[in-house]
T-cell receptor, first 111, second 115 residues
Framework: GNSVTQMEGPVTLSEEAFLTINCTYT??????LFWYVQYPGEGLQLLLK?????DKGSNKGFEATYRKETTSFHLEKGSVQVSDSAVYFC??????????FGAGTRLTVKP | GAVVSQHPSWVICKSGTSVKIECRSL??????MFWYRQFPKQSLMLMAT?????????EQGVEKDKFLINHASLTLSTLTVTSAHPEDSSFYIC???????????FGPGTRLTVL
């Protein structure tokens, strides 16, 4: 079945450090891939998405590229801020519109 | 973007009582709504999918008689946890997909604590 595996956290970085959160997936067909962010006390918010191979999603300085050959969708940001502290979820949506989420990675950015 | 609200945001109840959680799409019509459960430091687990005007489809292992879902209108779905027990304590999150069907919008979640 479809599944998502993402890097276990927690991840702690200093402000302006480079961020990578790994995400790999298993799916049949051609899923769409997503990164969601959950700030403390809030619901999930869509951060970025990619719907086909080689697409790059980007938003708020975050980027992720849909790599079919490695079945990956790693999240990156060149310079994190304290306000980026949150839990990040990688997710896929298959052709049946079912979504599957990774376990989440908690990021803490220290000033 | 589209907004999904949940009410209440948190609830504490005694074991054996029933609790109803509402999920509303505030500025769009949602033909499909989803209910998830999130355990501490874990991912979201899909419990059920509800389509307006029809019975919900439950994921394997989710008791449909315990978690009653009603999706009576295009803007409201409710989840009722019947005869709640401490092991039902969790964070319940709903999401709604608009008629165009391209994206899911998530509610802020409801934290249920059963004493």
């Amino acid at each position: 079945g479809n599944s998502v595996t993402q890097m276990e956290g927690p991840v702690t970085l200093s402000e302006e450090a480079f961020l990578t959160i790994n995400c790999t997936y298993t799916a049949t067909g051609y899923p769409s891939l997503f990164w969601y962010v959950q700030y403390p006390g809030e619901g999930l918010q869509l951060l970025l998405k990619a719907t086909k191979a080689d697409d790059k999603g980007s938003n708020k300085g975050f980027e992720a590229t849909y790599r079919k050959e490695t079945t990956s969708f790693h999240l990156e940001k060149g310079s994190v801020q304290v306000s980026d502290s949150a839990v990040y979820f990688c997710a896929l949506r298959n052709n049946n519109n079912d979504m599957r989420f990774g376990a989440g990675t908690r990021l803490t950015v220290k000033p | 973007g589209a907004v999904v609200s949940q009410h209440p945001s948190w609830v504490i109840c005694k074991s054996g009582t029933s609790v109803k959680i509402e999920c509303r799409s505030l500025d769009f019509q949602a033909t499909t709504m989803f209910w998830y459960r999130q355990f501490p430091k874990q991912s979201l687990m899909l419990m059920a999918t509800s389509n307006e005007g029809s019975k919900a489809t439950y994921e394997q292992g989710v008791e449909k008689d315990k978690f009653l879902i009603n999706h009576a209108s295009l803007t409201l779905s409710t989840l009722t946890v019947t005869s709640a027990h401490p092991e039902d304590s969790s964070f319940y999150i709903c999401s709604a997909r608009d008629i165009a069907g391209d994206e899911q919008f998530f509610g802020p979640g409801t934290r249920l604590t059963v004493l």
